[in-house]
């Protein structure tokens, strides 16, 4: 059903440990457990999965300034499912 128009439904929850190293610039770890369900509604067929296991993941940020940095970083979260992300962050 890849690429299909749809009515998607997809819910995912997870518990980590993580660890990190350094200050200004730094790196983070972090592995833990996952879940994940997903659900799909398309012409008229109605399918439903869902999958546990093993999700793992890293980032590097940047604390360029007292208060602000950036953070780049990436999680598999199943075989076929990762998720990336990039922000920047407000420390008070």
């Known amino acids: ?3 299909e128009k749809g009515n998607w439904d ?3 929850r997870a518990v980590y440990l993580a660890v990190r190293v350094g200050d200004t610039l ?6 833990g457990l996952s879940w994940v369900d997903v659900s799909v509604e398309t012409d008229g067929r109605s399918l439903s999965d869902s999958d ?3 999700s793992w993941g890293a980032s590097f940020g940047w604390n360029f300034s ?3 940095g950036i953070q780049a970083g990436g999680v ?10 990039l922000g920047l962050g407000y420390r008070f």
């Open 52 to 54: 546990s296991g093993g």
């Open 76 to 85: 598999v979260v199943d075989s076929d499912v990762d998720y990336w992300s």
């Open 66 to 68: 007292e208060h602000w």
């Open 1 to 3: 059903l890849s690429g």
């Open 10 to 12: 997809i819910d995912s």
């Open 26 to 31: 730094f790196a983070k770890a972090r592995y």
